[in-house]
């Protein structure tokens, strides 16, 4: 929309006295210097308040009289009522814009007239200036405007900009108008606190969380910046105006946030329409990815088109995206602001109430998350994006896969997961493995106490009686042979307490700590609700366990590395059951639940299981969940077994998430509950590790557990609601589902890596098996799987990332029956290169097969996902074959 800027003036909202204001103006202001005629010879005034504009009430003045031609000012005001300290600064508005006009400086603004601090003329310190006639385009899209004309208006926008940016504060009087050193630091820190003042219930947990992430991410060039300046503090289309016929700027309007500063940071908000939701109010350009109206330029042309004016270079990605971070971060702040005083009913714009609506604000939060998450790409076509990617390029790291497209900040983060993986996770295979698979794998560590992490004083462990006869029998016991001594271990190794520690996971997870490669798996906007429950720990710590703060996508890239390595999801903290666990916690839990469990778990200091899978049904229909919750006064009362509770063998296994029936009347879905159950709670019994294939995973293993007359407290168990038990299920499931699908692809590249290197140092009948074209044609096809399936996996992430669980539910359907089957093919073969030494414990093939092949079955088994898949295949032809009942 495009208005004369007078055309924008209509009924007064915020009542003035307009016989005081018309006394000031006809004893204080003199209009036309060249023919020296007062006001006050035009007798009449008219007062209209100006609909435009979020922060100061505006108003055009008009003083008339029979014969003469009338004569415009413009009056803005302080709000009326409690505004926030340092808000509103009408004195300082009116300071810069008198500095500029009087040092006859490039930049257009109005004349200043004159300034009242006097609150007792008309409620409110104000100033008034001259009425600058012309055109205001409130639309970015520049809708029926000629191409040539939207590229002249954005040219004229980056033109004026610069200049401001020219000035020199100190040449005309603006040098101790601010400091610029730390610009960014005080920034952030005052949109904090204004923030804060103006939300008078729970923050948006958005929003504290990009607060935190600002903080750690300020510009090292902050002490001191590259470009310090006037900065005018909410430069947009729609403070300008532009001449009616020449279409160029005659006045930059609102200066209410300018100060000395940045001057990168002023020209990222002057392109958040680029960023913004598509959203009534918020002057947003369409949607990344879609055309651009012809005329309007991308932001990087535009960001150029300002840089060729201004003589210098554009700042790199990664500081550009602080800026927009910032930028919309301030935004975010000032419309929490017009909500505030929308409420309190002396907003200054007529829309504020749905400019500033709840709605608004989310979709804001949600951009700002966006962009965090993609971080230092933003400048750049949006042909960079992640989803992009070809095979066989020369800068593939994993395989054919090529990586160019992720974004700075991602790239960094894999390659120090890559380098950490070669660096500590592979060499300690071994030793892993030994403890895994020896004779000591159900007994503590005497040293693991000295390696962990001492961010909490943890209970002593000590081996128990039954673990030192053991020990000493299997010291006794022929090696190689069964023997009653064998068989007896057997049972009491069931019986013996869950106590399995190793002291070089516990280092190796120390060490991820130290290099920023923790919760990695944990999504910015899950993050974004937890900051207030870590408000309490220092910011270093808490941007540690928070994580980078990932999306689904770009996640996928880092978790397919740690699946090279059985061990490696543990050592960042990305292993299952413990990632679902903790978002079921950071989804459903209290705040009491989460201080007690979620905090440990994101510290890496005790484990978890999922008590879900029962062996007397079919779990993979949750509704044929048989194990009883019984409530009797504030508690609760729990009998039934479960099987295959990964992780409930591990002894700093200390909490249990387990499901139950808890009605037997309603909807099927709604007769489930999910408690959180102390594994120390009286009654709860692990009978005996499950073996896969004849793995034991110690010393995470699969556990069937008991759970006979357990008794927990209503107030500290119940998740989210009675009944809710499927509902909760569901939402743990999807992202589940695909972290397990990325880290098969993970296991996949390790083998077909094995696979190549094998068939390169091998030799047999007279050549190496690198030249056997049935090899070769293995290979091949090895490399297709894992391709195909890695692209349905990141297909997936993306829907995930955008639509949620229910919206990507087929595509995340697709990828678990894919990924698995391929990896499985892929292992099988290089099983089959490596011969012998592939099905035995001297290579890891035998246990990343045993693991994938686990994986068709664990989180619902291929037939369940086809089934779903097939399903929503024939509901989209249903209706052209006349088909309505559900299938």
């Not at 200049?163 to 603006?174: K, Q």
Request: charged share 20%; hydrophobic share 40%; aromatic share 6%.
């Amino acid at each position: 929309m495009t208005l004369q800027n007078y055309d924008a003036a209509g009924a007064v909202r915020a009542a003035i006295d307009e016989e005081s204001l018309k006394t000031f103006i006809l004893e204080n202001i003199l209009v036309g210097s060249k023919n020296n005629k007062k006001i006050a010879t035009l007798s009449n005034m008219d007062i209209k308040q100006f609909s435009h504009g979020q922060s100061d009430p505006t108003y055009l003045v008009t003083f008339s009289h029979k014969g003469n031609p009338p004569v415009r000012v413009v009056l803005r005001k302080k709000p009326a009522g409690k505004i926030l300290p340092s808000a509103h600064a009408i004195e300082r508005e009116y300071a810069v814009i008198k500095a500029l006009h009087d040092h006859h400086t490039s930049v257009p603004v109005p004349c200043p007239l004159v300034l009242c601090e006097d609150p007792t003329v008309i409620g409110t310190p104000f100033y008034v200036m001259e009425f600058s006639e012309g055109l205001i385009f409130m639309d970015p899209n520049l809708p029926n405007m000629s191409p040539s004309g939207r590229s002249h208006i954005y040219s004229q926008m980056a033109i004026t900009l610069s200049s401001l940016h020219a000035v020199i504060p100190d040449n005309v009087g603006l040098g101790s108008f601010g400091s610029t050193q730390e610009y960014c630091r005080r920034q952030v820190r005052r949109w904090t606190q204004q923030y804060h003042a103006s939300v008078a219930g729970q923050p948006m947990n958005e929003a504290l969380f990009l607060i935190d992430w600002l903080k750690a991410h300020i510009p090292d060039t902050d002490r001191a910046p590259l470009r310090p300046g006037i900065c005018h503090g909410d430069y947009r289309l729609d403070n300008l105006v532009f001449h009616a016929t020449s279409k160029k700027v005659t006045a930059v309007l609102d200066w209410e946030l300018c100060t000395l500063g940045d001057c990168w940071a002023d020209l990222a908000y002057n392109c958040l329409p680029y960023h913004l939701p598509p959203v009534p109010g918020l002057p947003s350009l369409l949607k990344p990815g879609e055309i651009l109206p012809e005329g309007v330029p991308s932001e990087k042309e535009y960001v150029a088109m300002y840089c060729k004016h201004a003589g210098v270079s554009p700042p790199s990605d990664q500081d550009w995206a602080f800026y927009l971070a910032l930028s919309l971060f301030r935004l975010l702040s000032i419309l929490a602001g017009v909500q505030a005083r929308s409420k309190q009913g002396n907003a200054s714009s007529a829309s504020a109430a749905s400019v500033a609506s709840n709605s608004v604000l989310k979709s804001l939060a949600e951009a700002a998350q966006g962009i965090v998450a993609r971080l230092g790409s933003l400048v750049s076509s949006p042909k960079n994006s992640t989803l992009v990617h070809g095979v066989g390029s020369d800068s593939a790291t994993s395989g054919g896969f090529d990586v160019k497209g992720l974004s700075p900040r991602v790239q960094s983060l894999r390659n120090a997961l890559l380098s950490f993986m070669e660096q500590h996770v592979y060499p300690a295979e071994t030793a892993l493995e030994e403890l895994a698979s020896g004779p000591q794998r159900w007994t503590v560590s005497p040293i693991m106490e000295e390696l962990k992490c001492k961010v909490r004083e943890a209970p002593r462990l000590t081996v128990s009686p039954i673990m030192e006869e053991l020990k000493c029998k299997v010291r006794e016991a022929p090696r190689l042979t069964v023997s009653p001594i064998m068989e007896e271990l057997k049972c009491k190794v069931r019986e013996a307490p869950r106590l399995t520690v190793s002291p070089i996971m516990e280092e190796l997870k120390c060490k991820a700590k130290a290099c920023g490669l923790w919760n990695l798996w944990l999504p910015a906007s899950l993050a974004a609700g937890l900051t207030p429950l870590l408000a309490k720990y220092p910011e270093d710590e808490r941007h540690m366990l928070l994580g980078p703060g990932l999306n689904n996508l770009e996640y996928s890239h880092l978790c397919e590395i740690t699946g090279r390595s059985p061990w490696a999801p543990e050592v960042f903290n990305c292993g299952a059951p413990d990632t679902g666990n903790m978002e079921v916690l950071a989804k459903y839990g209290n705040l009491k639940q989460q201080e007690l469990w979620l905090l440990p778990l994101l510290r890496g200091e005790i484990r978890s299981c999922f008590a879900m899978t029962e062996k007397a049904v079919a779990s993979s229909d949750a509704t044929n969940i048989q194990a009883s919750i019984v409530r009797e006064g504030d508690a609760y009362l729990l009998n039934g077994f479960k099987w295959w509770t990964s992780g409930a063998c591990d002894p700093r296994c200390q909490i249990s998430i387990f499901m139950g029936k808890a009605t037997q009347t309603g909807p099927s879905h709604k007769q489930q509950s999910m408690l959180l159950v102390p594994m120390s709670t009286p009654g709860v019994r692990v009978v005996r590790p499950l073996l896969v294939y004849g793995f034991d995973d110690a010393p995470h293993g699969h556990a069937e557990v008991e759970f006979k007359d357990v008794r927990v407290p209503v107030e500290d168990s119940l998740l989210l609601g009675e009944g809710r038990g499927f509902e909760i299920a569901q939402g743990r499931l999807g992202p589940g589902r695909l972290h397990h699908c990325m880290r098969l692809i993970g296991m996949a590249e390790r083998a077909i890596e094995l696979m190549a290197r094998r068939a390169l140092s091998r030799r047999a009948f007279g050549g190496p098996l690198a030249k056997q074209g049935a090899l070769q044609s293995e290979l091949a096809k090895a490399r297709i799987d894992i391709d195909s399936a890695r692209l349905l996996v990141l297909s997936a992430a993306a829907a995930l990332d955008r639509y949620g669980f229910k919206g990507a539910k087929a595509q995340i359907a697709a990828a678990k029956v894919s990924a698995p089957n391929a990896a499985l093919r892929v292992i099988d073969a290089a099983v089959q290169v490596h011969g012998g030494a592939g099905v035995c414990q001297d290579h890891i093939l035998s246990r990343l097969w045993t693991h994938a092949r686990t994986l068709r079955i664990a989180d619902g088994p291929d037939e369940v996902h086809l089934v779903t898949l097939a399903k929503m295949e024939l509901s989209k032809h249903s209706k052209d074959v006349g088909q309505t009942s559900k299938l």
